[in-house]
């Protein structure tokens, strides 16, 4: 998983995509996450929203990234 960065809409946001193979079925899919920047090195950067572009509900996919 190699994220590409987009640039941000707000200031402290960022989008990353990741092209991801499914663990259900070992289909390609691309996932977008959107962080928000933390206040401090020694924190992980929060995620705001996750998309899978096979399934948006998939709970093992995003269980990923939190």
Known sequence: MEPNSLPAE???QYTCTYE????TDSTKSIHT?????ATC?????IVLHFHCSRDSKCV???QNYL
Not at 33 to 37: D, L
Not at 41 to 45: G, S
């Open 10 to 12: 707000d200031d402290g």
């Open 20 to 23: 991801y193979k499914c663990p």
């Open 33 to 37: 996450v959107v962080y928000k920047k």
């Open 41 to 45: 090195t020694r924190i992980d950067d």
């Open 60 to 62: 093992k996919c995003q």
